[in-house]
């Protein structure tokens, strides 16, 4: 708005850009479609497997987490892929989903080097300190890992993008930190512990590999402090102003 009277005085508002704003969204959209992309393909993987179980009429218990079994050490790397059941697939299926996808779209790097890390020492970890005579299945220890890994980064990078996912995270999940801790028998609280030490592990190492996403950004951030100068100066209580 301006004004012609010499005394008022004339002030713009500034608008955002919308070309500005959709080409700093462009980045954010692609991580998300990614990361959405490999999240359900891993999804369909576990319901590949689960599938296949049904099909031959029986479960692929030889390729189960046996603790202090050497020939148990091959869970290490098949048992995330295994389901008791449906439910627990399904169970597993929307916190890979929701995780999966949040983790790799903030974090594209870190996750690709995360998910190793925290595939590994799941299954070491629990092979370790697990009863032996027990058997482990399941990707709940991925999914403890991606929580814990989204919730300490933002704990640790601490600008606003990544304490809003971990914030997030904690809404939607935040009870996994009581699945760490033995509750209830036949849940594996030590493939949930040794997948959020994992997911700790790697938000140490690697919470500087991914920069912050561009933020939008307003014209008015952009001008020059200068224009700031035109304020009217109020005048001192009892001091006359100069002539």
Do not use: C
């Not at 393909?41 to 049904?54: I, N, P, S």
């Not at 008791?84 to 690709?112: C, E, F, K, V």
């Not at 304490?163 to 594996?188: D, H, K, N, Q």
């Amino acid at each position: 708005m301006r004004a012609d009277h010499p005394h008022v005085m004339a002030m713009d508002l500034p608008l955002p850009d919308p070309h500005a704003a959709r080409t700093q969204a462009r980045p954010m959209e692609r991580r998300f479609r990614r990361a959405a992309w490999w999240s359900a393909g891993f999804v369909a993987v576990l319901a590949a497997v689960k599938a296949f179980e049904v099909i031959i009429g029986a479960p692929l218990d030889a390729l189960a987490l046996r603790p202090h079994n050497v020939p148990g050490l091959i869970g290490i790397l098949t048992a995330p892929l295994l389901h008791a059941s449906l439910d627990h697939l399904a169970s597993n299926a929307l916190p890979l989903l929701a995780l999966g996808t949040l983790a790799g779209t903030l974090y594209p790097r870190a996750t690709l080097r995360a998910l190793p890390l925290i595939w590994l020492v799941g299954g070491i970890g629990t092979w370790l300190i697990g009863a032996p005579g027990s058997a482990h299945i399941g990707a709940s220890g991925i999914a403890h890992g991606l929580m814990f890994l989204v919730f300490f980064l933002g704990l640790l990078r601490r600008d606003r993008q990544a304490i809003a996912a971990g914030m997030l995270a904690f809404f939607l999940y935040g009870g996994m930190i009581l699945t760490i801790f033995p509750r209830e028998i036949g849940i594996s609280w030590e493939m949930h512990l040794s997948g959020a030490i994992g997911g700790v592990l790697a938000a140490i190492v690697w919470r500087k590999l991914d920069p912050a996403l561009p933020r939008k950004r307003y014209s008015w951030e952009d001008e020059p402090e200068e224009a700031a100068t035109d304020a009217i100066e109020p005048t001192a209580i009892g001091h006359e102003p100069p002539a």
